[in-house]
T-cell receptor
């Protein structure tokens, strides 16, 4: 079975402060991890994926297999980062192409 | 249109009624997914199509739920004898062959009274 846990439902920071959205996963094989974001009144969209090792809108995320974590980080939060963030896992063995999502973290960046 | 299109955007029905939700994926995308999102929860997987066939339907909660994709493009999610617990936003997503990114529609909000 595959499972994604986002321990914080709500996270509030001030503009310019660092932000970290936590994500832990449970999967017996070698997973692919993603972060999806939903801005207000917009559809869910991909933010970044671990295999690309990229930085999008200043966000980065490193897959830590020892801690089974994929935390999302940004050194200086901006007001436009306020959104709902979902961590998601794709198994690479028998579970096919299904994405399993966490419950999400609502990030609010205050001015 | 360039994105995934879902209709209706809102549907209110009475308990026991039958409902159909439609998804029109991005042209050329062979993979299509249905997810259900209840209030305060993340998207929950229902079913995945590769072409016309359901490659994984293990997320369908019971036999009241059924989905089809007869021509490998548009898909319809069908819910029989709706219950109040079926109230949720139903999301559709598509993916191109070999791609890793899911492209989501805006969802169909179902309310069962």
């Amino acid at each position: 079975a595959q499972r994604v846990t986002q321990p914080e439902k709500l996270l509030s920071v001030f503009k310019g402060a660092p932000v970290e959205l936590k994500c832990n996963y449970s999967y017996s094989g070698s997973p692919e991890l993603f972060w999806y974001v939903q801005y207000s009144r917009q559809r869910l969209q991909l933010l970044l994926r671990h295999i690309s090792r990229e930085s999008i809108k200043g966000f980065t995320a490193d897959l830590n297999k020892g801690e089974t974590s994929f935390h999302l980080k940004k050194p200086f939060a901006q007001e436009e980062d306020s959104a709902m963030y979902y961590c998601a896992l794709k198994g690479t063995e028998t579970s096919g192409s299904r994405l399993t999502f966490g419950e999400g973290t609502q990030l609010t960046v205050n001015p | 249109g360039a994105g995934v299109s879902q209709t209706p955007s809102n549907k209110v029905t009475e308990k026991g009624k039958y409902v159909e939700l439609r998804c029109d994926p991005i042209s050329g995308h062979t993979a299509l997914y249905w997810y259900r999102q209840s209030l305060g929860q993340g998207p929950e997987f229902l079913i995945y199509f590769q072409g016309t066939g359901a490659a994984d339907d293990s997320g369908l909660p019971n036999d009241r739920f059924f989905a089809v994709r007869p021509e490998g493009s548009v898909s319809t999610l069908k819910i029989q004898r709706t219950e109040r617990g079926d109230s949720a936003v139903y999301l559709c997503a598509s993916r191109e062959t070999g791609g890793r990114e899911l492209f989501f529609g805006e969802g169909s909000r179902l309310t069962v009274l």
